[in-house]
């Protein structure tokens, strides 16, 4: 069985040094990997960063992360994600990794993804410059995703966004902010991209449960949403392989 | 009242103040004006950003009683796991 703990929107600030490693105490006897679905920081400073990496410090497990827009809010995402690779965390934009477990081979792979909305509320590629780059930008990271999912040698497949790829796990915010939660296209990607799981977070007041239409598992890790320190998920990569 | 005074424009300003203003950051939060009283929702991760989140709506906000119904993340390690095969 490989065991996946998952959580998003930690929000890490220079007040939460310790705060959250005494949560994560136990996490290497339950888990095999560790996923991070953005929003690791309240605004993408270094300093920040240094204290997750801190937090982080013999987790025990590897830790595979993207960034979320909070990540991005002091316009240093390179920085961002140069310290965290730095500390050995893989931090995946349009890419790929391929963990070696012990229960088998677990593929991420992973995009902060973009809005948009979903199928029948979308926005297009049309009109003014801002609206078609906006869209524009949402197919790029998808596209991107599709990519890396299908180039995972892996026995089990998981898709790792901050915004979300499917409506469901949107219930419980205002339909009105849909579009700025996720995008359908990353739903597709996930299909496309033949992953058996997509993890997300952003909507802190969503739901945990949906599925693609394509009926691939996903999950809202945001950690208001699951009120726990992280969520621990498990795949069976024998009863995932072809018959 | 001035258009600005609205209650949903207060209330939204203010909303898109915690968001984009340095001092907070805080994207999730639901500030209701009901009856010249604020009331705070949502989730942030510490206990002084609960009250710092207060603390500026209220300098934002003189002469509104502000509701500090803010809770903070306290979450424990998960018990089980769910099996998705």
Redesign the interface.
């Known amino acids: 069985m490989i065991r996946i703990a998952a959580v998003g929107d930690v929000h890490v600030g220079q007040d939460s040094c310790g705060k959250l490693r005494p949560h994560w105490e136990h996490l290497a006897e339950n888990a095999d990997a560790f996923l991070l679905a953005g929003d690791l920081t309240r605004c993408g400073t270094a300093s920040e960063v240094e204290v997750l990496v801190d937090e982080l410090r013999d987790v025990g497990v590897p830790v595979v992360t993207v960034l979320g827009n909070h990540d991005y809010q002091a316009d240093e995402p390179d920085k961002v994600t140069g310290l965290l690779r730095d500390a050995g965390v893989h931090v995946l934009e349009g890419d790929g990794v391929v963990l070696d477990l012990p229960a088998g081979r677990l593929g991420v792979a992973g995009t902060k993804g973009f809005g948009g909305g979903f199928a029948g509320a979308c926005a297009t590629e049309f009109g003014e410059p801002e609206i078609k780059a906006f869209v524009r930008h949402s197919k790029e990271l998808a596209d991107r995703l599709c990519g890396a999912l299908s180039g995972l040698d892996a026995d089990v497949k998981v898709a790792l966004t901050h915004y979300s790829p499917v409506a469901d796990t949107l219930h419980g915010e205002r339909l009105e902010i849909y579009p700025f939660l996720g995008s359908y296209l990353l739903g597709e990607a996930v299909d496309g991209g033949g992953a058996q799981l997509a993890v997300h977070g952003h909507a802190h007041n969503g739901s945990e449960k949906g599925v693609t239409a394509g009926g691939v598992h996903v999950r809202n890790v945001a950690q208001p949403v699951i009120r726990r320190a992280y969520a621990l998920y498990e795949l069976e990569p024998a009863a995932l392989a072809p018959v | 009242m001035e258009p600005v005074d609205q209650p949903e424009y207060v209330a939204t300003h203010l909303k898109q103040l915690l968001a984009e203003d ?1 001092e907070t ?1 805080e ?2 939060i639901e500030v209701l004006l009901v009856n010249g009283q604020l009331f705070l929702r ?5 206990e ?2 609960r009250d710092a989140v207060a603390e500026f709506v209220a300098r934002h906000a003189p002469g509104l009683r502000v509701h500090n119904d803010l809770v903070t ?1 306290d ?4 018990t ?6």
């Open positions: 340095p950051s994207q999730g949502g989730a942030v991760a510490t002084e950003r993340y979450w424990p390690e998960p089980e796991a769910e099996s998705l095969t």
